[in-house]
């Protein structure tokens, strides 16, 4: 498999190493214990701030996704991660996964999940309730019907008339949520991200 060639960071390459500081990722996976030393930089205060404000960009709604972009592309100086180049290497056993749910009157309902790539999984992820903590469950399975969830038998996106008939809804979205969160450990990724957050702490 040809090697990716990972995207260059936004950060000022003039005076390198004057903001650069080294911090140590740990990360557990498969029951090992792994860790990084990754190198941040501190991007200012005017940067700092936009990265900070995609916690809550109005209408009680975040964007988580393009908060880590922003910390990927300006804050991480290495290892080079981008969104885009993720997806790319992302294992083959991490792509899809198939769960059985507890639907309606006891019945059971099984459907495949593909994995929508990091940027989609993180905003899911922090979706599914607005800033004020209210229930967005309609409006994310309304949309992970058409990217995430598959019929196992047929392979097909899934409908709310699928659910009507099956029940189960709410418990595929928190088992999505599950699988995407398995899948953004790999490689200390969410370890990254949370260094990042911190770190961006430190610069404000």
């Known amino acids: 498999m040809e090697k990716t060639e990972m995207k260059k960071p936004k950060v000022d390459i003039n005076h390198l190493g004057d903001k650069d500081y080294k911090r140590k990722v740990e990360w557990t996976e498969d029951k090992q214990e792994h860790s990084r030393v990754a190198t941040l930089r501190d991007p200012g205060y005017e940067v700092a701030m936009q990265i900070r404000s995609k916690a809550n960009i109005g209408n009680n709604e975040s964007d988580n996704g393009e908060m880590v972009n922003m910390l990927l592309e300006n804050v991480l100086v290495s290892p080079r991660l981008a969104f885009e180049d993720l997806d790319n290497r992302l294992p083959k056993k991490f792509k899809e996964k198939t769960v059985t749910l507890d639907g309606k009157h006891n019945s059971k309902v099984t459907i495949k999940m593909i994995f ?15 800033i004020n903590g209210s229930d967005n469950y309609l409006p994310i399975l309304t949309d992970m019907n ?8 047929t392979g097909k996106p899934i409908d709310m008339e699928f659910w009507s008939e099956h029940g189960g809804g709410v418990k595929a979205v928190q088992k999505a949520v599950n699988y995407f969160n398995d899948v953004l450990n790999h490689d200390g990724f969410t370890a990254t991200v949370n260094t990042l957050v911190t770190f961006l702490g430190e610069c404000l």
């Open 116 to 130: 929508p790539g990091y940027r989609a999984a993180l905003n899911y992820s922090s979706d599914i309730h607005g």
């Open 146 to 153: 058409k990217t995430v969830f598959r019929d196992s038998s």
